[in-house]
């Protein structure tokens, strides 16, 4: 379901920021989620992979990532990290995951 662009009818809460919305903003609302402020955008998470760190990225089959020994993002050793990922293709450590 998409959010469908219209005149807001009530104050209410931006489910994005959380600023409060007044009567007679448009917003965009999505039954069953509410409203939002035209300008905000869902929280994503993006990274922006440079032409290095693409080859890298193309470079390794699936097996051959778990004999890298240094986060492919930010090149913080993994050796003795309990927890280690393979996030869209790239051995990462825990921080890397989560951000």
């Given at each position: ?25 448009k917003v965009l609302w999505q039954k069953g989620a509410g ?12 990274s922006i992979i440079s032409e290095k760190e693409w080859a ?44």
């Open positions: 379901m998409s959010w469908i662009p219209l005149e807001n009818k009530y104050k209410a809460k931006c489910k994005t920021c959380g600023l409060q919305i007044e009567v007679g903003v409203v939002k402020h035209e300008s905000c955008e869902p929280p994503e998470k993006k890298d990225f193309q470079q390794y089959q699936y097996k051959e990532l778990h004999l890298i020994s240094k986060c492919q993002c930010c090149k913080k050793s993994l050796a003795g990290m309990r927890d280690i990922y393979i996030n869209n293709d790239r051995r990462t450590c825990s921080d890397c995951f989560m951000s």
